[in-house]
């Protein structure tokens, strides 16, 4: 998973990763230890925090797209060998940035399965960060 | 990179991590900046 390569990077952000699954505790824990991941992985098996955070499902309209069966062809080619999926498939997935002060600095919600944001978009994430940063130095320089 | 900033206050609920552990996202939040990562599936 290209997330976990960049860990050390994220960790340098000051960044703390954490992962939502639709998985149950033991389904999760496999998933894991097959990609050798070590962030931190919350069950949501009933989707409550999926639904909280607006993430919305898929149609098969989109699962049978050219675009999506080409990019999942990329990912076969890149060694990506997917297991049987397990949960709901058309569960849309999305990432979201949250400041200290609990609010979403940066949000994607994924349009189709695949529409992931880069590597790159996440790693870029720190000038976000070093703003907050510096907001809260400032502040605590006052005070 | 320009990246689209907001401001939306997020929201918080209880959650249970895959070790068993129950946790509150906002004390997750309010050690450090955190990105949540919402998987299609485990697979």
């Known amino acids: 998973m290209q997330l976990h390569r960049s860990k050390t990077q994220f960790e340098e952000m000051g960044l703390q990763v954490v992962l939502v699954g639709l998985g149950t505790p033991d389904r999760a824990e496999a998933f894991r230890k097959q990609f050798f991941l070590s962030f931190p992985i919350i069950c949501d098996p009933e989707k409550k925090l999926y639904q909280t955070y607006g993430l919305g499902r898929s149609s098969v309209t989109r699962l049978a797209s050219p675009a999506f069966l080409l990019k999942g062809l990329k990912a076969l080619s890149r060694g990506y060998t997917p297991s049987m999926p397990r949960g709901d498939v058309m569960q849309l997935p999305g990432v979201f940035l949250i400041d200290t002060a609990g609010n979403i600095r940066y949000a994607h919600y994924s349009k189709d399965p695949s529409d992931n944001p880069t590597i790159e978009t996440l790693l870029a994430l720190k000038d976000i960060i070093r703003k907050e940063k510096k907001v809260w130095s400032s502040i605590n320089d006052q005070t | ?43």
């Open chain 2, 1 to 43: 990179m320009a990246l689209t900033e907001t401001y939306q206050a997020a929201m918080d609920a209880e959650v249970t991590f895959s070790d068993g552990t129950d946790y509150r996202l906002r004390n997750l939040w309010e050690k450090g900046p955190l990105l949540l990562v919402f998987l299609r599936h485990f697979g």
